[in-house]
Structures are given as structure tokens and as C-alpha cells.
Nanobody, 122 residues
Framework: EVQLQASGGGLVQAGKSLRLSCAVS????????MSWIRQAPGKEREVVSC??????SIYYADSVTGRFIISRSNQQMFLQMSGLEPEDTATYFC?????????????????WGQGTQVTVSS
């Protein structure tokens, strides 16, 4: 059984930091690109960051570049979020897509975690 378990969300003030974690089981981790995808109320899902395993390439959405850092190791994935803004408020999902590349289309992801809520107050 494939499981992606996201955690680490919460309520923080603007400018503060949070670290999201995702524990992954049931897949060969190194065969998958892993991503953090968020969805705010009334908005479409957005790939915030993706990290391939094949060459360690990383994608960041323009809105988080310079503030968020993705990492992965030993069946876990992390998102260090700094300088949080109210616009970052969303449910954050970890997701996996089998393949060697970076994938910025949320519709291509095969496996999803349950989501963790991040709320940033102004």
C-alpha cells in the first residue's frame, strides 16, 4: 500500500517559518519525482516545488523562489518555508510522480498525501 503522510502545517504570523515533512512508503522512492503541491480556497492546485531523484534537479514556483527549500532523503521529503506570506495560506500536499524529470502539472501526479493546512496571518 502506498502511503504519503504530510505533517508540519500550522498557524503562523507573516514572516515566520514552518517546516513540512512527508513520510513515504510503498513505492521505490528513488524512481519518483516528489513534489509539494498546494491549493488555496477558490484557486487551482499549484506545484510549489518538485525535486527529481535522477539528477537532483529542483523546480520552484516563482512565488516561492528564494523563500522555500525542498529536500528529500530516506523515504522522506521536506519543505522549509521561510518568510511566509498570507498568500501562502493553503492546504499543502506531498505527491509523487514516477519518472526522471520535474513535473509542474499537478494532474500528472500518481500518489498524493492527505494534506496539511498552512495558515499565515498578516
Amino acid at each position: 500500500e502506498v502511503q504519503l503522510q504530510a505533517s508540519g502545517g500550522g498557524l503562523v504570523q507573516a514572516g515566520k517559518s514552518l517546516r513540512l515533512s512527508c513520510a513515504v512508503s510503498g513505492i521505490t522512492f528513488d524512481d519518483y519525482a516528489m513534489s509539494w503541491i498546494r491549493q488555496a480556497p477558490g484557486k487551482e492546485r499549484e506545484v510549489v516545488s518538485c525535486m527529481s531523484k535522477s539528477d537532483g534537479s529542483i523546480y520552484y514556483a516563482d512565488s516561492v523562489t528564494g523563500r522555500f527549500i525542498i529536500s528529500r532523503s530516506n523515504q522522506q521529503m521536506f519543505l522549509q518555508m521561510s518568510g511566509l506570506e498570507p498568500e501562502d495560506t493553503a492546504t499543502y500536499f506531498c505527491a509523487g510522480k514516477r519518472g526522471p524529470a520535474l513535473y509542474s502539472d499537478p494532474g500528472r501526479y500518481e500518489y498524493w498525501g492527505q494534506g496539511t493546512q498552512v495558515t499565515v496571518s498578516s
